[in-house]
C-alpha cells in the first residue's frame, strides 16, 4: 500500500469513527465522570433551580448513604434479585437450550421464536399484565393454586412473597435471550466428541457433565457476566408493580437512585447511589470472572 | 426401541410445556383487552371474552389519547434507529477495516464502557440536557440510543469477516474510502444491520427510564411511560390495562417476527464471539 494511500485511509478511520466518539463523549463519558464529580457535592433541589448553590461536601454524602438504612435494604434487595434471579435465569435458559438441541427435537424454529417472544415484549407492559395475574382473588396465579389446593397468597402484597414474585417475572422476560446464546454454544461442540463418548459407555449425565458443560464454559463466562450486569439495573418491574413496597421490600439500588434524584432532587446523594452502583457491579462482575475461570 | 419412543414423547411434552408457560401471559393480556369492562375481575377467572368488543381500544384512542403516545414511541423509535445504523456502521466498519494509529487501544477502552451501568450517567445526563434546552423534546429523548458501544462492537465483530481483498480492488478502481464504504461493504454487511436496526428500535420502543426522566409532558409520553402512568388511575380497570399493554408490545412483537431470522442469528454469533 503506497503512504498516500494510507494516510487517506487514516483520515478516513478517524472521521468516520468521529460522530460515535463524539456522542459517546458527550452523552455518555462526559456524564458519568460528571457523576462522579455530582457524588461529592450536596447538589439539591435549590441547586436545580441554580447549580451555583452547590457546594463541595467532599465524602459526605458517601458516609451519610452507607449510614442509612435504606440504601442497605435496596442493597441487600437487589443482591436477592442477582443472587437468586441470575442462576434461576440462567438454569432455566440452559434448560430450554438443551431441549432445542436435542438431536430428536421437531420444530425447533417454532419452539425456538416462540421462547423468545417475551424478551422482545415491553417490561412495562408485562410487568402490568403480571401484575393482574398475581392478584390475590382475580389473578390467575392463585386460581391454579387454589385448584391445586394451595394459597391464595398475596403475591405482591406481602412482603416475603413480593420478591420471589417480580424474580419469577425476569426469568419469564429473560430467559430466551441466553437460551439463543448457549444454543450457539451448544452448536460448537463437535459431534464427534459426542460419538467417541457414547462408544465408551458415557450414559447421558455423563456426556452432560463431561463434555457439554465444559464445552460451554465459555459461553456461560459471556453470560454470566452480561447477565449479572443487567440484574442489577433493576428497576422498571418493582416500579410498576410494587413501588418499591411493601415495606420496601423490592426497593432496588436503581429505585433508589431514581426516588433521591428526581422525586426529591437530591441529585448529589442520588449520584452517591449510582457511584456506589456502578462500584458493586464492577466487584462483582470481577469476582464472577475469577469464580467462573477457576477451571472446574 | 420403546425407550427411545418414551424418551421423544417426554422431550416433546417438555418442549410443549416450556412454549404454554411463555405464551399464556401473553395469550391472557390479549384475550383481556378484548373483554368487556369488568369482565376479569370475576369468578372463576374467565380465559375468553364472552362477547369480544373493542371497547377498551376505543377508549384508549379517544377518551385516553393513547395516540399521542404512539406516535411519540414510533418517532423516537425509528429516528433513533435510523441515527444508530449510520452511526454505529461508520464506526465499527473503520475499527474494523480501516487502519489508523491507536485504532484497537481506542476500541479497547471502549469495550471497557460495557460494564458501566447507563443508569449512572443518566443523573448529570439530565442536567447537561437542560442546560441545552433538550429536556422534554423528542431530541432529548433519544441521544442516548444513537452511539453505542454495543453497535459498534457488533458491527466491528462482523465486518472483520469482509475479505479486505474486495475493498482493496474497489480503491484501486480508484474509489473513495466512503465509496468503499457504501457500495462495497454495506452490501456485505447488510445482515448485522439489520440485526442493529432490529435491536435499536426494540430497545428504544420499550426503554422506560430513560423516556420517564427526560420527557415531563403527558402528550410526549412514550408508550411505556404513559402506561406506567395509567396503571396508576385505572388499576381497577383490568380490561383497559391489557388494551393498554398489547397495543405497546404488538409493534415490537411485529418488528421482532419480521426481522427475527436475522436478529436472532446476530444475536447468537454476537454472544459466541464475545
Not at chain 1, 500500500?1 to 460515535?20: D, E, N, V, Y
Not at chain 2, 477495516?97 to 451501568?117: A, I, Q
Request: proline share 6%.
Amino acid at each position: 500500500m503506497s503512504t498516500g494511500c494510507a494516510r487517506a485511509q487514516a483520515r478516513a478511520g478517524w472521521l468516520f469513527i468521529a460522530p460515535a466518539l463524539l456522542l459517546l463523549a458527550t452523552f455518555f463519558v462526559l456524564p458519568v465522570v460528571a457523576g462522579l464529580l455530582l457524588s461529592l457535592t450536596d447538589f439539591d433541589l435549590y441547586a436545580v433551580a441554580d447549580p451555583g448553590a452547590a457546594r463541595f461536601v467532599g465524602l459526605n454524602n458517601f458516609a451519610a448513604v452507607l449510614a442509612d438504612d435504606a440504601f442497605w435494604r435496596a442493597f441487600a434487595n437487589t443482591l436477592t434479585f442477582v443472587l437468586i434471579g441470575m442462576p434461576l435465569s440462567l438454569a432455566v435458559s440452559l434448560a430450554a437450550a438443551l431441549l432445542l438441541d436435542h438431536r430428536r427435537a421437531r420444530l425447533r424454529g417454532l419452539f425456538r421464536t416462540v421462547y423468545f417472544v417475551p424478551v422482545v415484549t415491553t417490561l412495562v407492559s408485562v410487568a402490568i399484565v403480571w401484575r393482574y395475574l398475581y392478584h390475590p382473588r382475580y389473578g390467575l396465579l392463585n386460581y391454579g393454586l387454589e385448584l391445586l389446593g394451595l394459597g391464595p397468597i398475596d403475591w405482591l402484597g406481602d412482603p416475603r412473597f413480593a420478591m420471589p414474585a417480580i424474580i419469577l417475572l425476569a426469568v419469564w422476560k429473560n430467559f430466551g435471550y441466553n437460551m439463543l446464546i448457549f444454543l450457539a454454544g451448544l452448536q460448537t461442540i463437535p459431534d464427534e466428541l459426542y460419538e467417541a463418548a457414547a462408544i465408551d459407555g458415557a450414559g447421558p449425565w455423563q456426556r452432560f457433565r463431561h463434555i457439554t458443560l465444559p464445552g460451554l464454559a465459555p459461553t456461560a463466562l459471556f453470560v454470566g457476566v452480561t447477565t449479572l450486569i443487567g440484574y442489577f439495573q433493576l428497576f422498571a418491574e418493582p416500579y410498576v408493580m410494587t413501588q418499591g413496597g411493601p415495606l420496601g421490600a423490592t426497593r432496588s439500588l436503581v429505585l433508589l437512585m431514581y426516588e433521591e434524584g428526581f422525586r426529591w432532587w437530591r441529585m448529589g446523594i442520588a449520584s452517591t447511589v449510582a457511584v456506589l452502583l456502578l462500584v458493586i457491579t464492577v466487584v462483582a462482575a470481577l469476582v464472577q470472572l475469577r469464580l467462573q475461570r477457576r477451571p472446574t | 426401541m420403546t425407550r427411545r419412543r418414551l424418551e421423544t414423547v417426554l422431550l416433546h411434552a417438555a418442549l410443549l410445556t416450556v412454549a404454554l408457560v411463555t405464551l399464556a401471559p401473553l395469550a391472557w393480556m390479549a384475550s383481556a383487552s378484548f373483554m368487556a369492562p369488568g369482565e376479569a375481575n370475576t369468578l372463576p377467572p374467565p380465559l375468553l371474552p364472552r362477547a369480544p368488543t373493542f371497547a377498551n381500544y376505543t377508549a384508549l384512542f379517544t377518551r385516553l389519547d393513547m395516540w399521542r403516545n404512539f406516535l411519540a414511541s414510533a418517532v423516537i423509535a425509528v429516528t433513533a434507529t435510523v441515527g444508530s445504523i449510520l452511526v454505529n456502521s461508520l464506526a465499527g466498519y473503520a475499527f474494523a477495516k480501516l487502519r489508523f494509529g491507536g485504532r484497537d487501544r481506542l476500541f479497547g477502552s471502549l469495550v471497557v464502557g460495557l460494564v458501566v451501568p447507563a443508569q449512572v450517567a443518566m443523573l448529570p445526563l439530565f442536567l447537561l440536557l437542560r442546560e441545552l434546552h433538550l429536556v422534554n423534546t423528542y431530541a432529548g429523548a433519544l441521544v442516548p440510543y444513537l452511539a453505542s458501544v454495543f453497535g459498534i462492537f457488533l458491527i466491528r465483530q462482523y465486518t472483520l469477516s469482509v475479505p479486505d481483498e474486495l475493498l482493496d480492488a474497489a480503491r484501486i478502481d480508484g474509489a473513495s474510502e466512503l465509496q468503499v464504504f457504501r457500495l462495497v461493504a454495506l452490501p456485505v454487511i447488510k445482515p448485522i444491520l439489520v440485526t442493529l436496526a432490529a435491536f435499536t428500535f426494540l430497545s428504544a420502543w420499550n426503554d422506560f427510564m430513560w423516556p420517564l426522566i427526560i420527557l415531563s409532558d403527558s402528550a410526549k409520553h412514550t408508550l411505556p411511560v404513559a402506561l406506567a402512568n395509567l396503571v396508576g388511575e385505572h388499576v381497577q380497570d383490568t380490561e383497559l390495562m391489557m388494551a393498554g399493554s398489547f397495543l405497546t408490545i404488538l409493534p415490537a412483537l411485529m418488528v421482532f417476527l419480521v426481522f427475527q431470522r436475522t436478529y436472532v442469528r446476530g444475536i447468537m454469533a454476537g454472544g459466541i464471539k464475545g
